[in-house]
């Protein structure tokens, strides 16, 4: 592959978003790698590099030129091009005009509709250095950037002020522009260890020269390493281990170029503080590491990753010593402050904020979550007096001190509030666990009441949002409505709520406020959005499972999602029997065959217009199975019924040889048709195995 050499794009910014950074970094490597591709120059990797003041692509292999592209032009037939002197006609000259040549020039090429006058060209690949600055622009302007800012007096737009432009093709500078900015091959190092800029020779020397020069690591995956390292050791150092996770380590990682860990502590006095206040004030404000003893236990330590490497270690870590110590002190303010009243006192103060225009009030809202929490304790046979106490606690907690200067806490504050106030501890559960799961792969509510607390106000949210006509569009879910959908798949299947989900979507409709939607019609489209979300789930947990067998038991509409999991798992079942091949294709066949007869309604089977000796016997195997079958309905056991059905096989199969269907007498073709219907309909007790595809 020659002419091929490294290039090596890098964009010098004012510090950027670090909740950002990462999907910023792996955005502008794809749309970069996409944009080559489309733009017919060949490459070989594609790595990213970020840093809090840079986003870099660098391109292992790259094209000093497009390929050539060949092309063909298509135009008139030749009987239309040429009179029958054989002289071009105008239809010919324009085409030969309009393709730059002669007439002489132009091709004749033979296909099944007869021979077209053609032109064939060959496209020159344009140099690659031409190219790059409109492609390397076009990447960055396809970033997720929610919200784009200008600076000085730029038109261009960005989600930082862009300072510098790096763009190398082997050792030599791309020329032109990106953003605005000449490109060269100046990059900078860090902020207050390298004042000079830093001359990048190459591609291949960028991340040595940062490192070594400028005191940058530019990789975000070896910096988040680093970080990870780094904090846990110093916590072993600190005689306890690192509270934090996956998400802080990346944000720390996005908000450092040169992590050095250094451990701090605080009073211990703090430590009586809830655990989960500490954390958050540590956590959330600071993006410091809490460290807790091998019990899990909080110390009155914590790990913060600095960003230079200090001559005087012990003055950064007083620095964040000062700076947490009237952070904790507030929460210890608001801890003691909020105890001073009850939950059950605010209750009032809900009245007086507003939810959602349209919805009412926080007040409101906890009406209509107990309303629906109640209906879905009666259709779980649960005793609803404490369930009922805690719907109505449950957004209390969001008028005290703690959550409205740590609006995280919410719900988990009002678990330990209840607590001091002496609720019960079902209630204090469920209270702390009513928003649960807050995201992908959280933990579920472990208490009934929990789960049904949660259920109720998730229901509430979809039906209140969706009654306003504010459901999500596109990417925008402002309403976090998808995620409350998932939310309530999750709980129902994973917690084994056995309920009629319709059924609870029209309790939440009914009890919000007056709205223009018809609430049949609400319901259906709720339904609907959760069926979305329940597809998603189905198949993210089953790799083995198949859209074809969703949909076979979605068409279905199971009114319990608990039912819907059962009906899938006997459907994956039956779909490994050696008779399911034949089954599905009988049932396919019935399917279509009822279709064309127009889905006649209420046929019943009458033996004694059954004539075939196949249809004799397929009415009694239908007889036989349907009495061993019930049994097995009664108590939901689909695998079972599917396994019975299974046996209808070799009748199915000789009908389907032996008798015509559509026969000329309309009484027998009617017995016939609804002979089908039954054998049909005894399937679709547990799904539409004609919509699956066995082979």
């Known amino acids: 592959m020659s002419g091929l050499k490294p290039f090596l794009v890098e964009i010098g910014t004012e510090e950027l978003p670090p909740k950002a950074l990462r999907t910023l970094m792996e955005a502008f490597g794809e749309r970069l790698a996409a944009a080559l591709d489309d733009a017919r120059l060949e490459h070989g990797e594609v790595d990213v590099f970020a840093s809090p003041r840079r986003l870099a692509v660098r391109v292992g292999e790259l094209a000093a030129r497009q390929a050539d ?38 091709d004749r090429r033979e296909t099944d509709k007869g021979a077209w006058l053609v032109h064939e060209s060959i496209e020159q690949g344009q140099p690659a250095s031409a190219l790059l600055p409109g492609l390397v622009n076009d990447a960055l302007q396809a970033l997720p950037i929610p919200r784009r800012m200008r600076w000085g007096a730029h038109e261009v737009e960005f989600v930082r002020p862009v300072h510098w432009v790096v763009m190398l093709h082997g050792n030599d500078i791309v020329d032109g522009e990106v953003l605005g900015i000449a490109a060269g091959r100046e990059s900078r190092g860090h902020r207050f260890h390298c004042a000079d800029p830093i001359a990048i020779a190459s591609p291949d020397s960028y991340l040595a020269a940062l490192e070594n020069d400028g005191h940058v690591i530019a990789d975000f995956f070896r910096r988040r390493t680093m970080v990870r390292d780094g904090v846990e050791a110093a916590a072993k150092a600190a005689g306890g281990q690192a509270v934090g996770g996956k998400a802080l380590y990346d944000e720390v990682a996005a908000l450092v170029e040169w992590p050095v860990p250094i451990v701090g502590s605080f009073d211990e006095s703090f430590l009586e503080l809830p655990r989960e206040a500490v954390t958050s004030t540590l956590t959330g404000h600071q993006r410091y590491f809490p460290v807790a003893d091998d019990n899990g236990v909080l110390l009155a330590r914590f790990v913060t ?60 809202k906890s009406q209509r979550v107990a309303t629906i929490a109640k209906a879905l304790a009666t259709a779980l046979d649960h005793e609803d007096s404490l369930l009922l106490r805690a719907a109505r606690l449950a957004k209390c907690d969001l008028v005290t001190g703690m959550v409205g200067e740590f609006p995280d806490l919410q719900g988990t504050m009002g678990r330990y509030y209840a607590a001091s106030d002496g609720e019960p501890e079902e209630v204090s559960a469920a209270i702390g666990e009513q928003y649960l799961p807050r995201f992908a792969g959280d933990t579920l509510p472990a208490s009934a009441a929990g789960q049904m607390l949660a259920v109720a106000d998730k229901l509430d949210t979809l039906a209140g949002v969706f009654s306003i006509g504010k459901k999500p569009s596109g990417n925008r879910d402002p309403f976090g409505l998808r995620r409350a959908a998932l939310g309530i798949v999750r709980i129902l299947v994973e917690c084994g709520l056995d309920v009629d989900l319709k059924a609870m979507l029209a309790v939440a409709v009914s009890a919000q406020p ?34 074809e067998t969703f949909t076979a038991v979605q068409v ?41 007869a127009g889905d006649p309604p209420d046929l019943k089977v009458r033996k ?58 309309d009484s027998v073709r009617n017995n016939r048709l609804a002979l089908l219907g039954e054998l049909q309909g005894l399937f679709l007790n547990v799904a539409d195995i004609s919509r699956l595809s066995i082979r």
């Open 556 to 596: 279905r509409e199971p009114v319990s999602l608990l039912d819907f999991d059962r009906r899938l798992a006997a459907v994956q079942t039956f779909a490994r029997l050696e008779q399911a091949e034949s089954l599905a294709a009988a049932n396919k066949r019935i399917a279509n065959i009822l279709r064309k």
């Open 69 to 106: 592209c060949k092309s063909e032009q298509k135009g008139p037939p030749v009987n239309i091009a040429f009179d029958d002197k054989g002289n071009a006609t105008p239809a010919a000259l324009a085409f030969a005009k309009k393709c730059g040549v002669d007439i002489a020039e132009l």
């Open 608 to 665: 004694k217009l059954l004539q075939e000796d196949a249809e004799k016997n397929l009415f009694d195997a239908l007889g036989h199975v349907r009495e061993k079958i019930q049994p097995l309905l009664d108590v939901k056991n689909y695998a079972a019924v599917l396994n019975e059905l299974a046996a209808l096989r070799e009748p199915v199969d000789l009908f389907f040889d032996d008798v015509m269907v559509m026969a000329d007498d």
């Open 305 to 364: 990753v600095a960003n230079l490497e200090s001559k005087d270690p012990d003055k950064v870590r007083d620095g964040n010593e000062r700076v947490i110590r009237p952070r904790l002190a507030d929460a210890a303010f608001f801890w003691n402050s909020d105890r001073q009243r009850s939950l059950d006192s605010r209750q009032e103060t809900l009245r007086e904020i507003v939810y959602q225009r349209g919805l009412g009030s926080l007040f409101d």
């Open 514 to 547: 007056k709205s223009k939607s018809d609430p049949e019609q609400l319901v259906a489209d709720l339904y609907a959005f959760i069926g979305d979300r329940l597809r998603r789930y189905f198949l993210d947990r089953d790799a083995g499972l198949s859209v």
